[in-house]
C-alpha cells in the first residue's frame, strides 16, 4: 500500500527512499543490518517517493511501523565518495536516508565502515 501510494508511475521494481528507519529481527529487537545475514529483519520508518518534493508537506511520506521482511541490502555512492545504503523487500528497493533517533548509533557505525 505503501509503495503504491508513493508512486507518480509504474515502474517495474519501485525505488523509494526510507527515513526515520529502524531495522530489527523477528522479537522486535533493534539489529545492525548485517545482522540479515543471520535472521530475519524487519523494518519501521516512513516511505517517501525517490525524489525529494520541493512542497514539504508531500514529504511527509508514509509511516509504516513493520514491513519487510527484508531481503537484502547493497552499498553504492561510491564513485560520489558518499556511501548510499539501500535495503530491498520483495516489492521494493529503499534508499535509506536517516535512522529513527534511538537507532542512530547502531546505524552510524555500519555506515562508517561502508
Known amino acids: 500500500m505503501a509503495v503504491k501510494s508513493t508512486t507518480g508511475e509504474n515502474?517495474?521494481?519501485p525505488n523509494r527512499r526510507l527515513t526515520n528507519f529502524v531495522f530489527y529481527d523477528s522479537d522486535g529487537r533493534p539489529q545492525p543490518i548485517e545482522m540479515l545475514e543471520i535472521c530475519n529483519m524487519y523494518v519501521a520508518g516512513t516511505i517517501l517517493p525517490l525524489e525529494g518534493s520541493s512542497?514539504?508537506?508531500k514529504e511527509k511520506g508514509i509511516r509504516c511501523e513493520h514491513f519487510g521482511r527484508l531481503e537484502s541490502w547493497a552499498i553504492s555512492g561510491f564513485e560520489e565518495g558518499s556511501p548510499i545504503i539501500w535495503v530491498s523487500t520483495k516489492i521494493a528497493d529503499y534508499e535509506c536516508i536517516e535512522p529513527r533517533t534511538g537507532y542512530k548509533r547502531m546505524y552510524k557505525n555500519f555506515y562508517e565502515k561502508a
Open 11 to 13: 515502474i517495474p521494481r
Open 55 to 57: 512542497d514539504e508537506e
